[in-house]
């Protein structure tokens, strides 16, 4: 069975997708048959397969940064919104029908055999999954709900990385009260933090790690620059334009493939994080699991 790490955030858009594509590339360049993971995945954007069934385009992305075909095993459950209250469900590639939001609510949990299958079907021919978070693990009043974050870390005895976003603001009480939020359980499980999205030189947040070591009682794995490369976004946040794959396509220099100039951008992306982070301190949680 593979062994397991999964990246979850404060909130949406803490930079989970980017980390855990990260994960994937620099596992790859280690030799290592690596696959990624998101139980449930909403997206207005999705990708069609070579097989033509449906997924997220952040966990093709990171198939892709991993040197892998991408496989709707890895993104099991999609939702893609149809309005503000409803969505299309589309399992395991396929579409189910469209639900409004408490019909969903309320029948999610029937789809976790088939996420349980998924998952354990990619961790018998791998050695390692990166799994991805959704949202905030911390969202209490869709707890009872959960089949993404913290429900499947303790599934998969999974340990977990736990990051926020600094540029936005408020990343000591994001990572504070998430941390204060989970379950004893869960907060078992959390082995390191990640401060994201540094502007400026990480080394002068030396006394804030310090303090959010200290406050959190989990260590602070690393400070990730702001990062400026050229990667697809799954859906552009609120006020944000997303680089989609057809943008992506322009600014590709002539005479190098599409494909080659994504290799490159994912080079740089594992080569940042590998910098950026403890690495002997992240290979350690990795063979350590959730013990």
Do not use: W
Not at 42 to 57: F, H, K, Q, V, W
Not at 144 to 159: E, H
Request: hydrophobic share 45%; with cysteine.
């Amino acid at each position: 069975m593979a062994r397991c790490i999964m990246v979850q955030g404060t909130m949406s858009g803490a930079g989970k997708s980017l980390l855990a594509t990260a994960l994937c590339r620099i596992f790859r360049q280690d030799g290592l048959r690596v696959a990624p993971f998101k139980s449930q995945n909403m997206a207005l954007n999705s990708y069609i397969t070579r097989d033509g069934l449906e997924m997220g385009r952040a966990q093709v992305a990171q198939a892709e940064a991993a040197g892998r075909e991408p496989d709707v095993r890895m993104n099991p459950v999609l939702l893609k919104p149809s309005s503000d209250t409803g969505s299309q469900l589309i399992v395991n590639g396929e579409v189910r029908g469209q639900y409004r939001a408490a019909e969903y609510f309320k029948m999610k949990k029937s789809l976790v055999p088939e996420i349980l299958r998924a998952y354990e079907s990619l961790a018998a021919e791998n050695d390692v999954i990166v799994l991805e978070g959704a949202g905030s693990p911390v969202e209490l009043n869709l707890r009872a709900g959960d089949i993404v974050n913290m429900d499947f870390a303790l599934y998969a005895r999974c340990p977990v990385l736990l990051a926020a976003d600094i540029r936005r603001g408020g990343a000591f009480a994001a990572l504070y009260g998430t941390l204060a939020l989970l379950a004893p359980e869960e907060r078992a499980l959390v082995k390191g933090l990640i401060v994201n999205d540094f502007y400026g030189d990480a080394a002068s947040f030396g006394e804030g790690r310090r303090m959010l070591e200290e406050i959190c009682g989990v260590p602070v794995l690393g400070v990730v620059p702001h990062l400026d490369l050229r990667l697809e976004d799954e859906d552009a946040l609120p006020g944000q334009n997303a680089l989609t794959r057809e943008a992506l396509a322009a600014l590709v220099p002539r005479g190098m493939s599409a494909e080659a100039f994504q290799a490159a951008q994912f080079d740089l992306l594992a080569d940042a994080l590998e910098k950026a982070l403890d690495m002997d301190a992240l290979m350690k949680i990795l063979e350590g699991g959730a013990k």
